[in-house]
């Protein structure tokens, strides 16, 4: 009842925080390979497409952005239409609806789990797991809180990956090789092993994971490996058969999802004309029809083999995944995996050498072999003899394996952002979660797991960049204010691209971008004309020669002309020394607490003695030095 309880307060925490809404901004590809891209073709707003979404290179289907965004976006389009919401949506309901969407898409996560644990407990009676003590720690951790509530991609593959798990042992707990055996013929063996072995919904999966993002098979290789392999002890012939026809049964699911994803990719990027889809063009010229079809998977992999490309969104050491994303992501439960990799190597060893079924094998290696992976070095001393089963050890070691092989995979590939690993969540829970009590002797880890999740989820779900969001909550308004005469300029410098949807801005005028990602739009004819511009990290000197760009504008343009700069505090005093120089009148109008920039990061004596009042009070100058400012240009 205790997990019960806990499992519920967070879960609730889990819906509150989003509702807030979190101020945190973890990275771009949140809003850009989703919700920016679903408010363009959805509510007919003003946005800026990445490079993903070129018609000449696309690299991304256009279903997961549906899925995430455009589904609660349409909502949102249904209830202002029906008149439940305001005149216009606001930048609130913008920016958590999807969040909300994908919260609810995160609580499958835990149904998963639930089903899996009950499942391992069924078969493996002597492995200790509780379904609710699973969720709980799951719940608790602060990708789940902070990186499951939000429109990233790896959200879509963590809900593929756990039900590919939990597919997978499904299949193995419906397995009993000893009671196969005793079956008088071998296609008696076969149909008890294929009947079961989620072969369609598999290969549906696989393909949906792949299209979604081109590295899930790194984390679909080990589950699959023991679904093709389960089980090994039989003879090498029916093996081999079983193996062949279990993958063949793959393949029309594959190839059905595959061609839906294609020529949905196709239409949406316009290299396929709907009209032109007929099987009398296919037939007469087969290779003009394939060449016009789109692998947006496939356009992906290309762009990420190519080290030149790669370069311009920074390349890492290949020890980055395993030695620094893994503690940062998940805190103890990773510190627990490094401490039993010796263990699990000795287990993959003896597995490997003695087969599936280690009870049958005596030799003086038995007593260490069979210690839990994930038991305490005290416990497997003591308890390890005790415990002859192979299954539990194969279910312990399937958890660790699913949580490492993806990892040294991915880590093939130079680009390491921690969310790319942040799927791996999923079978370390199931393999640590038992650890996780207030009992004498872990007390320590379990301090230790709330204080790194609680640091955690205060870093990204809330003082990362934590200004931009709400900056653009407020300008939303100011936008909503202006008259149609009004000419609007906002530039966001040394921050993260804006997302201009939350400006709520729709799309009735052709957009003009320049280098500096200017977007040019305006609100059906009605309100201002917007200009959104995102310098990011350029040099200062660029910021000031726009400003004196748009200056010159101003002087020869009859429409009001209204400039707004957004910037991290960090940077204030530079601000107001170029702007001297220069002789612009730059007024700071509103402070966003807290925003922590960790290309501009603040200074120790900033925090002591700010450029604002020198009486001011502690709080004053953290929210001075921790904040990310919005200015006016007079």
Not at 173 to 197: A, I
Not at 253 to 264: K, M, R
Not at 356 to 383: C, G, I, M, Q
Not at 472 to 496: A, D, G, P, R
């Amino acid at each position: 009842m205790e997990a019960v309880r806990v499992w519920l307060a967070l879960s609730v925490l889990r819906v509150v925080w989003v509702l807030l809404p979190q101020s945190g901004y973890i990275h771009p590809d949140e809003f850009f390979q989703s919700s920016e891209v679903m408010a363009g073709r959805v509510l007919d707003y003003k946005v800026h497409l990445t490079w993903e979404w070129s018609e000449d290179f696309p690299a991304r289907s256009p279903i997961f952005p549906f899925l995430t965004s455009g589904i609660p976006f349409l909502v949102l389009k249904a209830m202002n239409y029906l008149g439940l919401l305001p005149d216009s949506i606001g930048a609130y309901a913008l920016l958590v609806a999807p969040r909300l969407w994908m919260t609810i898409l995160s609580f499958f996560i835990d149904f998963c789990l639930y089903k899996i644990c009950n499942s391992v407990k069924e078969k493996w009676t002597g492995v200790e797991i509780d379904a609710f003590r699973c969720m709980a720690v799951f719940s608790a951790s602060y990708v789940t809180l902070v990186f499951f509530t939000r429109t990233f991609s790896n959200i879509l593959e963590t809900v593929l990956f756990v039900v590919i798990i939990g597919l997978v042992i499904d299949y193995i707990k419906g397995c009993d090789p000893e009671k196969s055996q005793k079956k008088n013929g071998s296609d008696v063996v076969d149909d008890r092993y294929l009947s079961k072995s989620h072969s369609v919904l598999l290969s549906v999966l696989i393909v949906v994971g792949f299209f979604n993002r081109p590295n899930f098979p790194a984390f679909v290789f080990l589950p699959m490996l023991y679904w093709a392999f389960y089980p090994i002890r039989q003879s090498s012939g029916l093996w081999l058969k079983m193996i062949i026809l279990k993958s063949l049964r793959l393949v029309p699911g594959a190839i059905v999802t595959s061609t839906v994803f294609v020529v949905c990719d196709s239409l949406y990027f316009g290299s396929l004309d709907i009209h032109s889809i007929s099987m009398d063009r296919f037939l007469h010229s087969p290779s003009s029809f394939l060449r016009n079809l789109t692998v947006t998977p496939l356009n992906l992999l290309s762009y990420n083999f190519d080290k030149s490309k790669l370069e311009q969104h920074g390349l890492h050491p290949r020890v980055t995944h395993l030695f620094v994303n893994t503690p940062l992501l998940f805190g103890v439960l990773a510190i627990l995996a490094f401490r039993d990799a010796p263990y699990l190597l000795r287990k993959v060893f003896h597995y490997v050498r003695h087969g599936e079924n280690t009870a049958e094998t005596k030799n003086s290696d038995e007593s260490s072999s069979n210690k839990p992976v994930r038991a305490e070095r005290n416990e497997l001393e003591t308890k390890g003899s005790q415990k002859s089963s192979c299954r539990e050890l194969d279910i312990e070691m399937f958890f660790l394996l699913c949580y490492f092989i993806p990892i040294f995979i991915m880590s093939l590939v130079a680009h390491h952002e921690p969310r790319y690993i942040s799927p791996c969540l999923v079978p370390l829970v199931l393999a640590y979660h038992s650890h996780f009590t207030w009992k004498a002797g872990k007390k320590l880890l379990f301090v230790g797991f709330v204080v790194g999740n609680v640091l955690g989820g205060v870093l990204f779900g809330v003082l990362h960049q934590g200004g931009v969001v709400p900056s653009l909550l407020h300008l939303h308004n100011l936008v909503h204010q202006q008259q149609s005469t009004t000419t609007m300029h906002i530039i966001y410098f040394h921050t993260y691209t804006p997302p201009g949807h939350l400006l709520g801005i729709h799309n009735s005028q052709t957009a003009n971008q320049s280098i500096d990602m200017v977007q040019m739009v305006t609100n059906d004819n009605e309100g201002p004309q917007v200009h959104l511009h995102a310098l990011e990290g350029a040099p200062i000197n660029v910021l000031f020669d726009k400003l004196r760009i748009l200056y010159q504008e101003k002087q020869v343009s009859s429409n009001t002309h209204v400039t707004y700069i957004v910037s991290p505090s960090t940077l204030h005093s530079t601000f107001y020394k170029h702007g001297t120089d220069m002789k612009i009148v730059i007024v700071l109008r509103e402070i966003f607490f807290p925003h922590l920039s960790m290309e501009d990061p603040p200074k120790v004596q900033d925090i002591v003695q700010t450029q604002s009042e020198e009486d001011s009070t502690l709080l004053e100058r953290l929210r001075f030095t921790f904040g990310l400012n919005l200015y006016e240009v007079m």
